[in-house]
Protein backbone atom coordinates (compact mmCIF):
# COMPACT_ATOMS: atom_id res chain seq x y z
CA UNK A 1 0.00 0.00 0.00
CA UNK A 2 1.35 3.33 -0.22
CA UNK A 3 3.76 4.92 2.39
CA UNK A 4 2.08 6.92 4.71
CA UNK A 5 3.14 8.09 8.57
CA UNK A 6 2.27 5.96 10.76
CA UNK A 7 0.89 8.42 12.98
CA UNK A 8 -2.34 7.81 10.13
CA UNK A 9 -2.53 4.39 10.96
CA UNK A 10 -5.65 3.21 12.66
CA UNK A 11 -5.77 2.30 16.27
CA UNK A 12 -7.26 -0.24 17.97
CA UNK A 13 -10.28 2.33 19.08
CA UNK A 14 -10.55 2.80 15.62
CA UNK A 15 -11.10 -0.30 14.16
CA UNK A 16 -13.42 -1.27 16.97
CA UNK A 17 -15.48 1.50 16.70
CA UNK A 18 -15.77 0.75 12.56
CA UNK A 19 -16.80 -3.41 13.49
CA UNK A 20 -18.90 -2.80 16.09
CA UNK A 21 -20.96 0.22 13.43
CA UNK A 22 -20.93 -2.75 11.56
CA UNK A 23 -19.11 -1.14 8.54
CA UNK A 24 -17.53 -4.17 7.48
CA UNK A 25 -20.77 -5.56 6.39
CA UNK A 26 -20.85 -5.44 3.09
CA UNK A 27 -24.11 -6.74 0.35
CA UNK A 28 -24.82 -9.99 -0.73
CA UNK A 29 -24.14 -8.51 -4.49
CA UNK A 30 -20.75 -7.78 -5.39
CA UNK A 31 -19.18 -5.41 -7.77
CA UNK A 32 -15.92 -5.94 -9.53
CA UNK A 33 -14.59 -2.98 -9.00
CA UNK A 34 -15.15 -3.50 -5.30
CA UNK A 35 -13.31 -6.85 -4.96
CA UNK A 36 -9.86 -5.59 -4.11
CA UNK A 37 -11.98 -4.07 -0.75
CA UNK A 38 -13.66 -7.51 0.24
CA UNK A 39 -11.74 -9.89 2.23
CA UNK A 40 -14.70 -12.55 2.06
CA UNK A 41 -18.00 -13.68 0.98
CA UNK A 42 -19.83 -15.64 4.12
CA UNK A 43 -21.65 -18.65 3.58
CA UNK A 44 -24.87 -16.79 3.51
CA UNK A 45 -23.21 -14.78 1.02
CA UNK A 46 -22.64 -11.24 2.90
CA UNK A 47 -19.36 -10.02 2.14
CA UNK A 48 -17.17 -8.91 4.62
CA UNK A 49 -14.96 -5.43 3.81
CA UNK A 50 -11.48 -5.32 4.86
CA UNK A 51 -11.80 -2.75 7.20
CA UNK A 52 -8.27 -1.91 7.54
CA UNK A 53 -8.71 -0.31 3.71
CA UNK A 54 -11.77 1.52 4.65
CA UNK A 55 -9.44 2.97 7.15
CA UNK A 56 -6.78 3.48 4.48
CA UNK A 57 -9.05 5.05 1.85
CA UNK A 58 -10.50 7.37 4.88
CA UNK A 59 -7.24 8.71 5.47
CA UNK A 60 -6.88 9.18 1.54
CA UNK A 61 -9.95 10.64 1.19
CA UNK A 62 -9.03 13.07 4.25
CA UNK A 63 -5.82 14.17 2.76
CA UNK A 64 -7.27 14.87 -0.17
CA UNK A 65 -10.37 17.22 1.44
CA UNK A 66 -7.67 18.86 3.20
CA UNK A 67 -5.58 19.90 -0.19
CA UNK A 68 -8.91 21.85 -0.91
CA UNK A 69 -7.86 25.68 0.37
CA UNK A 70 -11.55 26.91 0.68
CA UNK A 71 -13.40 24.16 2.94
CA UNK A 72 -16.91 25.65 1.22
CA UNK A 73 -15.61 24.20 -2.29
CA UNK A 74 -16.63 20.95 -1.10
CA UNK A 75 -20.42 19.93 -1.28
CA UNK A 76 -21.47 16.56 0.92
CA UNK A 77 -24.58 15.04 -0.65
CA UNK A 78 -26.62 12.35 0.94
CA UNK A 79 -30.15 11.57 -1.02
CA UNK A 80 -30.79 8.79 1.76
CA UNK A 81 -32.21 9.88 5.16
CA UNK A 82 -29.75 7.66 7.03
CA UNK A 83 -27.19 10.37 5.63
CA UNK A 84 -28.55 13.75 5.89
CA UNK A 85 -27.77 13.89 9.83
CA UNK A 86 -24.69 12.73 9.09
CA UNK A 87 -23.72 15.36 6.31
CA UNK A 88 -25.29 18.12 7.91
CA UNK A 89 -23.44 18.00 10.86
CA UNK A 90 -20.44 16.94 8.74
CA UNK A 91 -20.93 19.98 6.84
CA UNK A 92 -21.25 22.36 10.01
CA UNK A 93 -17.91 20.49 11.72
CA UNK A 94 -15.34 21.30 8.78
CA UNK A 95 -16.88 24.31 6.80
CA UNK A 96 -18.23 22.59 3.56
CA UNK A 97 -21.87 22.89 2.00
CA UNK A 98 -24.05 19.60 2.65
CA UNK A 99 -27.14 18.93 0.07
CA UNK A 100 -29.37 16.79 2.07
CA UNK A 101 -32.76 15.35 0.31
CA UNK A 102 -33.07 16.03 -2.79
CA UNK A 103 -30.57 16.90 -5.38
CA UNK A 104 -31.91 19.30 -7.95
CA UNK A 105 -30.77 18.14 -11.28
CA UNK A 106 -28.54 21.17 -13.11
CA UNK A 107 -26.97 22.17 -9.72
CA UNK A 108 -23.39 21.68 -11.11
CA UNK A 109 -24.41 21.88 -14.66
CA UNK A 110 -26.75 25.51 -15.08
CA UNK A 111 -25.93 28.47 -13.52
CA UNK A 112 -29.52 29.54 -13.44
CA UNK A 113 -30.58 27.39 -10.65
CA UNK A 114 -30.83 28.79 -7.48
CA UNK A 115 -28.50 26.18 -5.86
CA UNK A 116 -26.34 26.81 -8.38
CA UNK A 117 -22.60 25.31 -6.87
CA UNK A 118 -19.02 24.91 -8.13
CA UNK A 119 -17.32 22.63 -5.63
CA UNK A 120 -13.93 21.79 -6.47
CA UNK A 121 -14.92 18.31 -4.65
CA UNK A 122 -18.04 15.88 -3.46
CA UNK A 123 -18.60 13.64 -0.56
CA UNK A 124 -21.41 11.14 -1.52
CA UNK A 125 -23.44 8.74 0.22
CA UNK A 126 -24.29 5.94 -1.86
CA UNK A 127 -23.38 6.01 -5.81
CA UNK A 128 -26.35 4.85 -6.67
CA UNK A 129 -28.65 7.25 -5.10
CA UNK A 130 -26.53 9.91 -5.43
CA UNK A 131 -26.57 8.84 -9.03
CA UNK A 132 -27.46 12.46 -10.20
CA UNK A 133 -24.71 14.05 -8.84
CA UNK A 134 -22.28 11.93 -9.78
CA UNK A 135 -23.27 12.41 -13.29
CA UNK A 136 -23.37 15.81 -13.06
CA UNK A 137 -19.96 16.30 -11.66
CA UNK A 138 -18.91 14.20 -14.24
CA UNK A 139 -19.97 17.47 -16.74
CA UNK A 140 -17.81 20.50 -14.73
CA UNK A 141 -14.45 18.46 -13.73
CA UNK A 142 -15.59 17.54 -9.66
CA UNK A 143 -13.43 14.89 -8.48
CA UNK A 144 -15.97 12.32 -6.51
CA UNK A 145 -15.33 10.74 -2.90
CA UNK A 146 -17.57 8.06 -2.58
CA UNK A 147 -19.03 5.90 0.66
CA UNK A 148 -19.31 2.73 -2.02
CA UNK A 149 -20.70 -0.63 -0.44
CA UNK A 150 -20.06 -4.24 -2.04
CA UNK A 151 -22.50 -3.23 -4.47
CA UNK A 152 -22.29 0.51 -5.69
CA UNK A 153 -21.34 1.15 -9.16
CA UNK A 154 -18.09 2.84 -9.28
CA UNK A 155 -18.37 4.81 -12.24
CA UNK A 156 -17.44 8.65 -12.34
CA UNK A 157 -16.77 7.76 -8.74
CA UNK A 158 -12.77 8.61 -8.25
CA UNK A 159 -12.22 8.04 -4.58
CA UNK A 160 -14.09 4.82 -2.80
CA UNK A 161 -14.26 4.32 1.05
CA UNK A 162 -15.50 0.95 1.35
CA UNK A 163 -18.50 0.05 3.89
CA UNK A 164 -21.35 -0.44 4.62
CA UNK A 165 -23.21 2.48 3.24
CA UNK A 166 -26.94 0.33 4.74
CA UNK A 167 -27.11 0.95 8.47
CA UNK A 168 -27.77 4.18 9.21
CA UNK A 169 -24.75 3.89 12.64
CA UNK A 170 -21.87 3.04 10.11
CA UNK A 171 -22.90 5.33 7.38
CA UNK A 172 -22.26 8.21 10.95
CA UNK A 173 -19.69 6.92 11.95
CA UNK A 174 -17.88 6.94 8.45
CA UNK A 175 -19.14 10.66 8.43
CA UNK A 176 -17.65 11.17 11.90
CA UNK A 177 -14.54 9.89 11.27
CA UNK A 178 -13.61 11.43 8.10
CA UNK A 179 -14.71 14.89 10.16
CA UNK A 180 -12.61 14.10 12.76
CA UNK A 181 -9.65 13.56 10.66
CA UNK A 182 -9.85 16.41 8.06
CA UNK A 183 -10.07 18.80 11.52
CA UNK A 184 -6.70 16.89 12.44
CA UNK A 185 -5.20 17.19 9.52
CA UNK A 186 -6.21 20.94 9.29
CA UNK A 187 -4.44 20.94 13.14
CA UNK A 188 -8.12 22.47 13.96
CA UNK A 189 -7.97 19.19 16.47
CA UNK A 190 -5.26 17.38 18.66
CA UNK A 191 -4.49 14.05 17.57
CA UNK A 192 -4.12 12.93 21.31
CA UNK A 193 -7.36 13.96 23.09
CA UNK A 194 -10.52 12.17 21.93
CA UNK A 195 -12.72 14.45 19.86
CA UNK A 196 -15.16 15.86 22.03
CA UNK A 197 -18.30 15.53 19.56
CA UNK A 198 -19.86 12.20 19.98
CA UNK A 199 -20.48 9.88 17.33
CA UNK A 200 -23.71 9.66 17.89
CA UNK A 201 -24.39 13.05 17.05
CA UNK A 202 -24.13 11.83 13.43
CA UNK A 203 -26.48 8.83 13.46
CA UNK A 204 -29.75 9.01 12.12
CA UNK A 205 -32.66 9.68 14.14
CA UNK A 206 -36.26 8.60 13.52
CA UNK A 207 -38.55 11.48 13.67
CA UNK A 208 -40.49 9.34 16.47
CA UNK A 209 -37.37 8.77 17.75
CA UNK A 210 -36.57 11.90 18.13
CA UNK A 211 -39.96 13.08 19.66
CA UNK A 212 -40.00 10.56 22.23
CA UNK A 213 -36.76 11.77 23.41
CA UNK A 214 -37.77 15.62 23.26
CA UNK A 215 -41.11 13.43 25.30
CA UNK A 216 -38.73 12.27 28.27
CA UNK A 217 -36.86 15.46 28.58
CA UNK A 218 -39.70 17.33 29.50
CA UNK A 219 -40.98 14.44 31.67
CA UNK A 220 -37.24 14.79 33.89
CA UNK A 221 -37.91 18.39 34.09
CA UNK A 222 -41.46 18.35 34.90
CA UNK A 223 -41.22 15.40 37.66
CA UNK A 224 -39.78 17.71 40.63
CA UNK A 225 -42.30 20.05 40.08
CA UNK A 226 -45.29 17.77 40.21
CA UNK A 227 -44.19 16.17 44.10
CA UNK A 228 -43.65 19.62 45.05
CA UNK A 229 -47.40 20.92 44.17
CA UNK A 230 -49.44 18.06 44.79
CA UNK A 231 -48.80 18.19 48.73
CA UNK A 232 -50.30 21.45 49.47
CA UNK A 233 -53.34 22.26 49.99
CA UNK A 234 -53.58 25.38 50.01
CA UNK A 235 -51.94 25.27 46.44
CA UNK A 236 -54.72 23.15 44.54
CA UNK A 237 -55.05 26.03 41.83
CA UNK A 238 -52.03 25.91 41.41
CA UNK A 239 -51.44 22.52 40.94
CA UNK A 240 -54.27 22.61 38.61
CA UNK A 241 -52.54 25.02 36.50
CA UNK A 242 -49.55 22.79 36.31
CA UNK A 243 -51.27 20.24 35.47
CA UNK A 244 -52.81 21.78 32.52
CA UNK A 245 -49.32 23.62 31.12
CA UNK A 246 -47.25 20.34 31.38
CA UNK A 247 -50.38 18.25 30.01
CA UNK A 248 -48.16 17.70 26.94
CA UNK A 249 -45.63 16.27 28.47
CA UNK A 250 -45.43 14.03 32.08
CA UNK A 251 -47.23 11.60 32.08
CA UNK A 252 -50.31 12.22 29.67
CA UNK A 253 -46.89 12.36 27.04
CA UNK A 254 -47.96 8.67 26.19
CA UNK A 255 -51.67 9.38 26.33
CA UNK A 256 -52.15 12.17 23.61
CA UNK A 257 -50.26 9.69 20.97
CA UNK A 258 -52.33 6.53 22.26
CA UNK A 259 -55.40 8.56 21.63
CA UNK A 260 -54.18 9.60 18.39
CA UNK A 261 -53.60 6.55 17.55
CA UNK A 262 -57.23 4.87 18.85
CA UNK A 263 -59.02 7.63 17.09
CA UNK A 264 -57.04 6.75 13.95
CA UNK A 265 -58.09 3.01 14.10
CA UNK A 266 -61.28 3.95 15.44
CA UNK A 267 -61.82 5.89 12.40
CA UNK A 268 -60.56 4.27 10.14
CA UNK A 269 -62.68 1.59 10.46
CA UNK A 270 -65.77 3.73 9.84
CA UNK A 271 -64.26 5.76 7.22
CA UNK A 272 -61.85 3.21 4.87
CA UNK A 273 -65.42 2.18 3.23
CA UNK A 274 -66.45 5.60 1.92
CA UNK A 275 -62.76 7.23 0.68
CA UNK A 276 -64.28 10.38 -0.14
CA UNK A 277 -65.67 11.23 3.18
CA UNK A 278 -68.63 13.53 3.59
CA UNK A 279 -68.94 14.97 6.85
CA UNK A 280 -72.41 13.74 8.10
CA UNK A 281 -71.54 10.41 9.17
CA UNK A 282 -75.29 8.27 8.94
CA UNK A 283 -75.70 8.89 5.68
CA UNK A 284 -72.28 7.22 4.01
CA UNK A 285 -72.91 3.89 6.03
CA UNK A 286 -76.59 3.78 4.57
CA UNK A 287 -74.70 4.39 0.76
CA UNK A 288 -72.02 2.21 0.70
CA UNK A 289 -74.63 -0.84 2.22
CA UNK A 290 -77.09 0.04 -1.02
CA UNK A 291 -73.80 -0.59 -2.77
CA UNK A 292 -74.50 2.00 -5.66
CA UNK A 293 -78.16 0.85 -6.13
CA UNK A 294 -79.74 4.47 -6.81
CA UNK A 295 -76.61 6.16 -8.31
CA UNK A 296 -75.08 5.29 -11.90
CA UNK A 297 -71.88 3.59 -11.85
CA UNK A 298 -70.71 6.11 -13.61
CA UNK A 299 -70.83 8.59 -10.37
CA UNK A 300 -68.09 7.07 -8.63
CA UNK A 301 -66.31 9.57 -6.91
CA UNK A 302 -68.44 12.07 -7.84
CA UNK A 303 -71.63 13.77 -5.85
CA UNK A 304 -73.39 11.65 -3.64
CA UNK A 305 -76.50 13.72 -4.06
CA UNK A 306 -76.13 14.65 -7.18
CA UNK A 307 -78.16 13.57 -9.69
CA UNK A 308 -76.76 12.02 -13.50
CA UNK A 309 -77.41 14.43 -15.84
CA UNK A 310 -74.15 16.46 -14.71
CA UNK A 311 -72.41 13.70 -17.04
CA UNK A 312 -73.89 14.31 -19.93
CA UNK A 313 -73.30 17.72 -19.89
CA UNK A 314 -69.86 17.36 -18.93
CA UNK A 315 -69.28 15.93 -22.30
CA UNK A 316 -70.81 17.81 -24.40
CA UNK A 317 -68.77 20.79 -22.82
CA UNK A 318 -65.50 18.37 -23.72
CA UNK A 319 -66.50 18.29 -27.42
CA UNK A 320 -67.19 22.23 -27.73
CA UNK A 321 -63.73 23.18 -26.23
CA UNK A 322 -62.12 20.98 -29.01
CA UNK A 323 -63.42 21.93 -31.85
CA UNK A 324 -62.89 25.65 -31.10
CA UNK A 325 -59.14 24.58 -30.13
CA UNK A 326 -58.91 22.87 -33.93
CA UNK A 327 -59.80 26.22 -35.64
CA UNK A 328 -57.38 28.46 -33.85
CA UNK A 329 -54.51 26.45 -34.70
CA UNK A 330 -55.51 26.02 -38.75
CA UNK A 331 -55.39 30.01 -38.88
CA UNK A 332 -51.58 29.83 -37.12
CA UNK A 333 -50.28 27.20 -39.28
CA UNK A 334 -51.66 28.49 -42.38
CA UNK A 335 -50.04 31.78 -41.60
CA UNK A 336 -46.62 30.68 -40.84
CA UNK A 337 -46.30 28.89 -43.67
CA UNK A 338 -47.12 31.83 -46.17
CA UNK A 339 -44.68 34.45 -44.35
CA UNK A 340 -41.01 32.25 -44.57
CA UNK A 341 -38.97 33.56 -47.18
CA UNK A 342 -38.25 31.49 -50.38
CA UNK A 343 -34.64 30.50 -49.44
CA UNK A 344 -36.79 26.84 -48.28
CA UNK A 345 -35.73 24.93 -50.91
CA UNK A 346 -38.92 23.30 -52.44
CA UNK A 347 -39.60 20.87 -50.17
CA UNK A 348 -43.28 20.27 -51.85
CA UNK A 349 -45.58 21.10 -48.93
CA UNK A 350 -47.76 23.62 -49.22
CA UNK B 1 -23.66 38.80 -16.65
CA UNK B 2 -20.09 37.68 -14.69
CA UNK B 3 -21.53 38.20 -11.75
CA UNK B 4 -23.85 35.15 -11.29
CA UNK B 5 -21.79 33.15 -13.84
CA UNK B 6 -19.57 30.32 -13.43
CA UNK B 7 -16.03 30.63 -12.18
CA UNK B 8 -15.04 30.00 -15.55
CA UNK B 9 -16.79 33.50 -16.94
CA UNK B 10 -15.66 34.98 -13.81
CA UNK B 11 -12.22 34.05 -14.30
CA UNK B 12 -12.31 35.66 -17.52
CA UNK B 13 -13.95 38.87 -16.56
CA UNK B 14 -11.12 39.67 -14.36
CA UNK B 15 -8.21 38.65 -16.82
CA UNK B 16 -7.50 36.05 -14.63
CA UNK B 17 -7.78 33.46 -17.61
CA UNK B 18 -5.62 35.45 -20.49
CA UNK B 19 -6.45 32.95 -23.52
CA UNK B 20 -8.95 30.26 -24.81
CA UNK B 21 -6.30 27.51 -24.27
CA UNK B 22 -5.96 27.92 -20.72
CA UNK B 23 -9.48 26.90 -21.06
CA UNK B 24 -8.84 24.00 -22.79
CA UNK B 25 -6.08 22.95 -21.09
CA UNK B 26 -7.67 21.93 -17.90
CA UNK B 27 -11.02 21.13 -20.17
CA UNK B 28 -12.92 23.87 -18.32
CA UNK B 29 -16.47 23.86 -19.97
CA UNK B 30 -17.60 27.38 -21.09
CA UNK B 31 -20.71 28.29 -20.93
CA UNK B 32 -21.25 31.43 -21.72
CA UNK B 33 -20.72 32.68 -25.05
CA UNK B 34 -19.52 36.09 -23.90
CA UNK B 35 -16.18 34.26 -23.10
CA UNK B 36 -15.56 33.38 -26.32
CA UNK B 37 -16.40 36.88 -27.93
CA UNK B 38 -13.74 38.72 -25.46
CA UNK B 39 -10.84 36.01 -26.49
CA UNK B 40 -11.72 36.27 -30.88
CA UNK B 41 -13.70 39.25 -30.99
CA UNK B 42 -14.19 40.14 -34.74
CA UNK B 43 -12.02 37.33 -36.05
CA UNK B 44 -14.61 34.88 -35.12
CA UNK B 45 -16.55 34.24 -38.60
CA UNK B 46 -19.77 32.32 -38.97
CA UNK B 47 -21.38 30.65 -41.46
CA UNK B 48 -24.90 29.62 -41.90
CA UNK B 49 -24.98 25.76 -43.58
CA UNK B 50 -28.44 25.20 -44.01
CA UNK B 51 -31.83 26.00 -42.65
CA UNK B 52 -33.68 22.43 -42.80
CA UNK B 53 -37.76 22.72 -41.74
CA UNK B 54 -38.43 20.00 -39.53
CA UNK B 55 -42.22 19.05 -39.24
CA UNK B 56 -44.07 17.16 -35.99
CA UNK B 57 -47.65 16.07 -36.77
CA UNK B 58 -50.21 17.76 -34.81
CA UNK B 59 -53.86 16.77 -34.86
CA UNK B 60 -54.34 20.56 -36.53
CA UNK B 61 -51.83 19.59 -39.13
CA UNK B 62 -47.84 19.91 -39.04
CA UNK B 63 -46.12 21.97 -36.76
CA UNK B 64 -43.39 23.48 -38.27
CA UNK B 65 -39.71 24.51 -37.11
CA UNK B 66 -36.46 25.57 -38.48
CA UNK B 67 -33.42 23.73 -38.12
CA UNK B 68 -30.11 25.91 -38.39
CA UNK B 69 -26.52 24.36 -38.80
CA UNK B 70 -23.87 27.22 -37.86
CA UNK B 71 -20.45 26.69 -38.55
CA UNK B 72 -18.17 29.59 -36.58
CA UNK B 73 -14.84 30.07 -37.17
CA UNK B 74 -10.97 31.74 -37.09
CA UNK B 75 -9.78 30.53 -40.14
CA UNK B 76 -6.97 30.18 -37.68
CA UNK B 77 -6.69 27.10 -35.59
CA UNK B 78 -10.19 27.37 -33.54
CA UNK B 79 -13.79 26.06 -35.01
CA UNK B 80 -17.38 25.57 -33.62
CA UNK B 81 -20.55 23.71 -34.74
CA UNK B 82 -23.78 25.26 -33.43
CA UNK B 83 -27.44 23.43 -34.23
CA UNK B 84 -30.45 25.59 -33.14
CA UNK B 85 -34.16 24.77 -33.43
CA UNK B 86 -36.11 27.51 -33.22
CA UNK B 87 -40.26 28.43 -34.57
CA UNK B 88 -38.19 31.12 -36.51
CA UNK B 89 -35.57 31.20 -38.97
CA UNK B 90 -33.87 34.04 -37.45
CA UNK B 91 -34.15 32.75 -33.58
CA UNK B 92 -32.52 29.40 -34.89
CA UNK B 93 -29.87 30.95 -36.50
CA UNK B 94 -28.76 33.13 -33.38
CA UNK B 95 -28.96 30.02 -30.62
CA UNK B 96 -27.22 28.10 -33.51
CA UNK B 97 -24.19 30.98 -33.56
CA UNK B 98 -23.88 31.07 -29.66
CA UNK B 99 -24.59 27.15 -29.44
CA UNK B 100 -21.17 27.35 -32.02
CA UNK B 101 -19.90 30.06 -29.84
CA UNK B 102 -19.81 27.58 -26.63
CA UNK B 103 -18.63 24.53 -28.48
CA UNK B 104 -15.62 26.42 -29.89
CA UNK B 105 -12.76 23.55 -30.42
CA UNK B 106 -8.99 23.85 -30.95
CA UNK B 107 -7.39 22.60 -34.25
CA UNK B 108 -4.41 20.83 -34.37
CA UNK B 109 -2.46 21.26 -37.74
CA UNK B 110 0.54 19.70 -38.51
CA UNK B 111 2.91 18.74 -41.64
CA UNK B 112 2.68 16.47 -44.14
CA UNK B 113 6.04 16.11 -45.11
CA UNK B 114 9.33 18.72 -43.72
CA UNK B 115 8.72 21.16 -41.27
CA UNK B 116 8.99 23.87 -42.94
CA UNK B 117 7.02 27.72 -43.04
CA UNK B 118 3.92 27.25 -40.43
CA UNK B 119 1.96 24.19 -40.00
CA UNK B 120 -0.63 23.51 -42.93
CA UNK B 121 -2.38 20.59 -42.80
CA UNK B 122 -3.85 18.30 -40.31
CA UNK B 123 -1.16 16.15 -38.02
CA UNK B 124 -2.30 12.86 -39.28
CA UNK B 125 -4.93 10.48 -40.27
CA UNK B 126 -8.16 11.06 -38.36
CA UNK B 127 -11.45 10.38 -38.40
CA UNK B 128 -14.56 11.23 -36.68
CA UNK B 129 -18.15 10.06 -36.89
CA UNK B 130 -21.46 10.67 -36.91
CA UNK B 131 -24.36 8.38 -37.68
CA UNK B 132 -23.57 6.56 -40.47
CA UNK B 133 -21.31 9.67 -41.88
CA UNK B 134 -17.73 8.61 -41.13
CA UNK B 135 -15.21 11.28 -42.29
CA UNK B 136 -11.68 10.58 -42.79
CA UNK B 137 -8.98 13.92 -42.63
CA UNK B 138 -5.61 12.82 -44.40
CA UNK B 139 -2.36 14.69 -44.76
CA UNK B 140 -2.14 16.60 -47.60
CA UNK B 141 1.22 18.50 -49.44
CA UNK B 142 1.22 22.25 -49.58
CA UNK B 143 -0.69 23.48 -51.99
CA UNK B 144 -3.01 20.66 -52.65
CA UNK B 145 -6.10 22.78 -51.11
CA UNK B 146 -8.77 21.32 -48.83
CA UNK B 147 -10.10 18.47 -51.19
CA UNK B 148 -13.41 17.64 -49.61
CA UNK B 149 -17.46 18.07 -50.52
CA UNK B 150 -18.71 21.52 -49.55
CA UNK B 151 -19.94 21.35 -46.62
CA UNK B 152 -16.62 19.88 -44.74
CA UNK B 153 -14.94 22.24 -46.85
CA UNK B 154 -16.27 24.86 -44.79
CA UNK B 155 -15.60 23.59 -42.18
CA UNK B 156 -11.90 23.42 -42.42
CA UNK B 157 -11.64 26.53 -44.18
CA UNK B 158 -12.99 28.22 -40.68
CA UNK B 159 -10.65 25.83 -39.42
CA UNK B 160 -7.88 27.33 -40.42
CA UNK B 161 -6.46 23.98 -42.15
CA UNK B 162 -4.90 24.80 -45.74
CA UNK B 163 -4.62 21.48 -47.63
CA UNK B 164 -6.44 18.49 -46.50
CA UNK B 165 -6.93 15.20 -48.69
CA UNK B 166 -10.85 13.40 -47.12
CA UNK B 167 -12.53 10.91 -47.97
CA UNK B 168 -16.37 10.11 -46.60
CA UNK B 169 -18.31 7.36 -46.38
CA UNK B 170 -22.17 7.13 -45.42
CA UNK B 171 -25.27 8.93 -45.66
CA UNK B 172 -23.59 12.37 -46.26
CA UNK B 173 -26.42 13.75 -47.13
CA UNK B 174 -27.59 14.37 -43.86
CA UNK B 175 -25.98 17.16 -43.87
CA UNK B 176 -26.18 17.07 -39.79
CA UNK B 177 -24.19 13.87 -39.22
CA UNK B 178 -21.62 14.88 -42.18
CA UNK B 179 -20.47 18.32 -40.53
CA UNK B 180 -21.40 16.41 -36.59
CA UNK B 181 -18.65 13.87 -38.03
CA UNK B 182 -16.18 16.73 -39.59
CA UNK B 183 -16.30 18.59 -36.52
CA UNK B 184 -15.43 15.15 -34.60
CA UNK B 185 -12.97 14.33 -36.63
CA UNK B 186 -11.28 17.91 -36.59
CA UNK B 187 -11.72 17.54 -32.73
CA UNK B 188 -9.52 14.54 -32.75
CA UNK B 189 -6.92 16.14 -33.63
CA UNK B 190 -5.80 17.05 -30.40
CA UNK B 191 -6.71 13.53 -28.82
CA UNK B 192 -3.90 12.25 -30.65
CA UNK B 193 -0.81 11.66 -29.11
CA UNK B 194 2.68 11.98 -31.75
CA UNK B 195 5.66 11.67 -30.97
CA UNK B 196 6.35 15.22 -29.78
CA UNK B 197 3.91 14.71 -27.24
CA UNK B 198 5.48 11.62 -25.72
CA UNK B 199 7.53 14.13 -23.25
CA UNK B 200 6.56 14.50 -19.30
CA UNK B 201 4.34 17.43 -19.08
CA UNK B 202 4.58 19.75 -16.06
CA UNK B 203 1.06 19.76 -14.30
CA UNK B 204 0.09 23.25 -13.45
CA UNK B 205 -2.50 24.48 -11.48
CA UNK B 206 -5.93 24.86 -12.16
CA UNK B 207 -7.41 28.44 -12.77
CA UNK B 208 -9.99 27.33 -10.32
CA UNK B 209 -7.12 26.51 -7.58
CA UNK B 210 -4.78 28.99 -8.49
CA UNK B 211 -7.83 31.49 -7.99
CA UNK B 212 -9.53 29.84 -5.41
CA UNK B 213 -9.67 32.95 -2.91
CA UNK B 214 -10.42 35.68 -5.71
CA UNK B 215 -13.26 33.20 -6.50
CA UNK B 216 -14.27 32.64 -2.87
CA UNK B 217 -15.39 36.38 -2.45
CA UNK B 218 -18.54 37.63 -4.50
CA UNK B 219 -19.08 40.98 -5.56
CA UNK B 220 -21.38 43.37 -4.50
CA UNK B 221 -22.64 45.18 -7.63
CA UNK B 222 -25.21 47.24 -6.31
CA UNK B 223 -26.25 49.21 -3.51
CA UNK B 224 -29.89 49.35 -1.85
CA UNK B 225 -30.93 51.65 0.97
CA UNK B 226 -34.44 50.77 1.29
CA UNK B 227 -34.61 51.35 5.34
CA UNK B 228 -32.42 52.03 8.04
CA UNK B 229 -32.09 48.49 8.51
CA UNK B 230 -30.26 47.63 5.55
CA UNK B 231 -26.61 48.07 5.14
CA UNK B 232 -24.39 47.25 2.73
CA UNK B 233 -20.87 45.22 3.52
CA UNK B 234 -17.97 44.44 1.36
CA UNK B 235 -16.32 41.77 0.59
CA UNK B 236 -13.34 41.67 3.29
CA UNK B 237 -16.24 41.35 5.85
CA UNK B 238 -18.21 38.08 4.52
CA UNK B 239 -14.34 36.28 4.13
CA UNK B 240 -14.00 37.45 7.81
CA UNK B 241 -16.88 36.24 8.88
CA UNK B 242 -17.18 32.65 10.82
CA UNK B 243 -19.76 31.59 8.20
CA UNK B 244 -18.30 29.93 4.88
CA UNK B 245 -18.30 32.79 2.26
CA UNK B 246 -20.90 32.66 0.10
CA UNK B 247 -19.88 31.13 -3.81
CA UNK B 248 -20.74 31.36 -7.26
CA UNK B 249 -24.74 32.38 -8.62
CA UNK B 250 -25.15 35.99 -6.83
CA UNK B 251 -26.47 38.60 -8.95
CA UNK B 252 -27.06 41.13 -6.36
CA UNK B 253 -26.12 40.55 -2.58
CA UNK B 254 -27.87 42.26 -0.28
CA UNK B 255 -26.94 41.75 3.67
CA UNK B 256 -29.09 42.74 6.52
CA UNK B 257 -27.64 43.91 9.44
CA UNK B 258 -29.21 43.70 12.98
CA UNK B 259 -27.07 44.92 15.93
CA UNK B 260 -23.74 44.24 13.79
CA UNK B 261 -24.59 40.63 13.43
CA UNK B 262 -25.25 39.03 9.53
CA UNK B 263 -28.21 37.39 10.00
CA UNK B 264 -29.66 37.36 6.34
CA UNK B 265 -28.63 37.63 3.02
CA UNK B 266 -30.99 37.83 -0.27
CA UNK B 267 -29.79 36.90 -4.21
CA UNK B 268 -32.80 38.85 -5.03
CA UNK B 269 -33.93 42.46 -6.07
CA UNK B 270 -36.22 43.75 -3.51
CA UNK B 271 -36.19 42.16 -0.18
CA UNK B 272 -38.64 42.96 2.77
CA UNK B 273 -37.57 42.17 5.95
CA UNK B 274 -41.09 40.44 6.92
Known amino acids: MSKVPSILNATEEDIQLLLSATCHIGAKNLNVQMLPYVHKRRPDGVHIINVGKTWEKLTFAARIICAIENPADVVVISARPYGQRAVLKYASYTGALPIAGRFTPGTFTNYITRSFKEPRLIIVTDPKSDQQAINEASYVNIPVIALADTDSPLKFVDVSIPTNN ?75 TDWGAEGPGAVSGINPALAATAKDVGGSSWDTPMEPAPPAPPAPVEETGGGGSWETPADDAGGWGDTTTTTTTAFNDGLETTTTFETTIRTTTGGSWADEPAENPSSGWD | ?45 DEVMKIMPVQKQTRAGQRTRFKAFVVIGDSNGHVGLGVKCSKEVATAIRGAIILAKLSVIPVRRGYWGSSLGEPHTVPGKVTGRCGSVICRLVPAPRGTGIVAAPTPKKLLQ ?117
Open chain 2, 1 to 45: MADSAPADSRGVKENKIRTIEEIYLFSLPIKEYQIVDRFFGTALK
Open chain 2, 158 to 274: LAGITDCYTTSRGSTRTLGNFVKATFAAIGNTYGFLTPDLWKNTEFKQSPYQEFSDILAVCKIDMVYVLSSKYLIINSNFLRSNRRPPIRGGVKHLILIIHEGRWFKRSNNHCVSLK
Open chain 1, 166 to 240: KAKHSIGLIYWMLAREVLRLRATIPREIPWSVMVDMFFYRDPEEAEKDAETAVTTTAAPEKGFSSFEPGNWDEGA
